[in-house]
C-alpha cells in the first residue's frame, strides 16, 4: 500500500479503494477536528466500509474517547492486513485508552489496594511514564512488603531508565523472597549483560527454566550474547535462532550475521543481514505511521 498525502494525512490509501461519497463528510470532519461529527457520520454496521474508511472511523472515536468503537474498527482491518501499520497504532491506543477507563472504575471500588498500585505501575512503565511508575510501585511495596511482585516492577523501571545500579539491587531484594522466579532471574541475568559479566549473568539465566513463553525468545537471546562473547559460537547460533520467533528490531538476526562472517559463511551472514534490512525498513515505516498520526492529532488540536 502507499500512504495518501491528503490533507487529513493519516488514512491508508490502497489502490482500487476510493473513500465512498456517503463518508466524505466525515473526512472533512476529521480534517477541521470535528471528531464527534465524523464518528456519527458512519453507520452502525462496520461491515460496509474499506479499510481506509474504518481507519478514519478508529482515530475519530478514539479522539471522543469512544474506545470501543475505536478498536472494533482498528481490529477488522487487522483481521484482513494483519500488519497494517495504522490498525496496528490505532488498536493500541484505543486498547490502552480502555485499560485507563476499567482501572479508573477498579481504582473507585479499591482506591488504595496493591492491585490498583500495581495495575498503574505496569501502566506507566508501558507508556516510559518512570516518574509515576516508581511512586505506583513504590506505594504497592509498602502495602504489601512480603510480595515480590511490586520490587519486580520497580526493578524493571530502574532498568528501563538505565538506572542499574538500583534495578540490580531491587531485583535482588525480590530474589529473596522467591529465588526461583523465572522473570527476576531473567531480569538479573539482563543486567548482568549490559555490564557484561557473563558468568554471573549466565547463572542467572540458566535458573529461568520456567519462563513463560513469551520471554523465551528474550531469554534465548540473551544467552546467545554470553555464548558469543565466551567463544562458544555453536551455542550461540542454536539459541539466537531459537530468539528468532521474537526479534522485533532485526538484533537476533544481526548478531547471527556477525557469528556467521566471524566463522566465514558469507551466504549464511548476508542472509541474517536481509533479514535485519526488511526487518527495520518495516519498523521504520510503522514509526513514520506514529509519527503521521501524532502530527495529524496535533495540528488539529491546536486549531
Known amino acids: 500500500f502507499a500512504l495518501s498525502e491528503d490533507a487529513n494525512g493519516s488514512q491508508m490509501e490502497r489502490s482500487g479503494q476510493p473513500m465512498r461519497a456517503g463518508v466524505q463528510s466525515a473526512e472533512a470532519d476529521s480534517r477541521d477536528g470535528r471528531y464527534g461529527r465524523c464518528t456519527a457520520d458512519f453507520a452502525d454496521d462496520m461491515d460496509r ?13 478514539y479522539m471522543t474517547g469512544n474506545y470501543n468503537r475505536s478498536v472494533m474498527a482498528s481490529d477488522r482491518v487487522l483481521k484482513r492486513v ?12 484505543a486498547n490502552e485508552g480502555l485499560a485507563f477507563v476499567a482501572l479508573g472504575r477498579f481504582e473507585e471500588l479499591k482506591p488504595d489496594s496493591e492491585r490498583t498500585h500495581l495495575l498503574l ?10 516518574e509515576q511508575a516508581v511512586t505506583e510501585y513504590k506505594a504497592a ?8 511482585a511490586p520490587l519486580f516492577g520497580l526493578a524493571s523501571v530502574y532498568n528501563q531508565d538505565a538506572n542499574t545500579d ?4 531491587t531485583a535482588k531484594t ?4 522467591n529465588s526461583d522466579d523465572p ?9 548482568f549483560v549490559t555490564q557484561n ?12 527454566t520456567g519462563a513463560k513463553s513469551q520471554m523465551l525468545p528474550h531469554l534465548h537471546f540473551l544467552l546467545g550474547q554470553i555464548y558469543e562473547n565466551t567463544d562458544r559460537e555453536k551455542e550461540a547460533i542454536r539459541e539466537l535462532r531459537l530468539a528468532l520467533a521474537g526479534d522485533e528490531d532485526g538484533s537476533a538476526y544481526y548478531q547471527l550475521a556477525r557469528i556467521y562472517k566471524k566463522l566465514g559463511n558469507k551466504a549464511a551472514a548476508q542472509d541474517a543481514l536481509a533479514h535485519v534490512k526488511d526487518i527495520r525498513q518495516k519498523r521504520h515505516e510503522r514509526a513514520r505511521i506514529v509519527v503521521q498520526e501524532l502530527g495529524d492529532t496535533t495540528q488539529n488540536d491546536t486549531q
Open 49 to 61: 466500509y474499506g479499510d481506509r474508511e474504518l481507519l478514519l472511523l478508529a482515530r475519530c472515536a
Open 82 to 93: 494483519p500488519k497494517d501499520p495504522g490498525a496496528l497504532y490505532w488498536s493500541v491506543k
Open 121 to 130: 505501575g505496569d501502566m506507566y512503565r508501558q507508556s516510559q511514564r518512570y
Open 141 to 148: 511495596a509498602a502495602l504489601a512488603p512480603q510480595d515480590p
Open 166 to 169: 538500583e534495578a540490580l539491587a
Open 174 to 177: 525480590a530474589l529473596a523472597m
Open 183 to 191: 522473570e527476576l532471574n531473567i531480569l538479573v541475568g539482563q543486567i
Open 197 to 208: 559479566k557473563w558468568t554471573e549473568a549466565e547463572d542467572y539465566l540458566k535458573r529461568a
